[in-house]
């Protein structure tokens, strides 16, 4: 069965540094692209970043460059999200979501190009 789950989240203060693992499982992720999301209270699922199976290639919104790195061990099937320099704007649930090398696909941080979603992981930025 194919799984991915989220961890690492929880309550951070603004400014300080919050690392999110994706740990799947039943796939063999060196042919899989690994997806993050964000989805914050009322608005739409946004895409944060994406790396590709190698981890040769990411990228990033616009509003995390600079703070946020992709980065996976596909020997350990985990995907990771380093945050840093956190915002009270990047609260939200984040969740990575997986698609299988040669599946159609579109731009990175389009959702529906994503088979394969974890359950979420809550991320809350506050004094």
């Known amino acids: 069965q194919l799984s991915l789950v989220e961890s690492g989240g929880g309550l951070v203060q603004p400014g300080k540094s919050v690392r999110l693992s994706c740990t799947t499982a039943g796939f063999n992720l060196d042919y899989y692209y690994i997806a993050w999301f964000r989805q914050a209270p009322g608005k739409e699922r946004q895409g944060v970043s994406y790396?590709?199976?190698?981890?040769?290639?990411?990228y990033y919104a616009n509003s995390v460059k600079g703070r946020f790195t992709a980065s996976r061990d596909n020997a350990k099937n985990t995907a990771y999200l380093q945050m840093n320099n956190l915002k009270p704007e990047d609260t939200g649930i984040y969740y990575c979501a997986a698609r299988r090398i040669g599946t159609p696909g579109g731009t990175w941080d389009n959702p529906r190009i994503y088979t394969y979603w974890g359950q979420g992981t809550q991320v809350t930025v506050s004094s």
């Open positions: 790396i590709n199976s190698s981890g040769l290639t990411t």
